[in-house]
């Protein structure tokens, strides 16, 4: 069972930056691909960014490409999202996930696809005001 935490959320002016973490346990998290989704009032949970289990290659969705950078660190079982130059239309709760697939599909997968991912956090809060 894997367990995931994201912290890091808050209220940021437009513009601003924040730095979201997921820190994770149970598993074995250097085999995992990770993902950010978010979720804003009314809406689906959409896809954000990913990241293969060795780093090397990520994926975003086109409303964030050159402002947020997902990037890991294994050894300390920790994804991260880093967010800048941030909209109002960024805000949503936002979780991370993993996704277990990448074992077998090998070090450079990613995907957006929610139904890969089979474990969730809890989520945080990002509101950015205008």
């Known amino acids: 069972q894997v367990q995931l935490v994201e912290s890091g959320g808050g209220v940021v002016q437009a513009g601003g930056s924040l730095r979201l973490s997921c820190a994770a346990s149970g598993g074995t998290f250097s085999r995992y691909a990770m993902g950010w989704f978010r979720q804003a009032p009314g809406k689906e949970r959409e896809f954000v960014a990913a990241?293969?289990?060795?780093?090397?290659?990520?994926k975003y969705t086109d409303s964030v490409k050159g402002r947020f950078t997902i990037s890991r660190d294994n050894d300390k079982n920790t994804v991260y999202l880093q967010m800048n130059s941030l909209k109002p239309e960024d805000t949503a709760v936002y979780y991370c996930?993993?996704?277990?697939?990448?074992?077998?599909?090998?070090?450079?997968?990613?995907?957006?696809?929610?139904?890969?991912?089979?474990?969730w956090g809890q989520g945080t809060q990002v509101t950015v005001s205008s």
């Open positions: 996930a993993a996704d277990i697939s990448a074992v077998d599909n090998g070090s450079t997968w990613t995907s957006s696809y929610r139904g890969h991912y089979r474990y």
């Open positions: 990241i293969s289990w060795t780093g090397g290659t990520t």
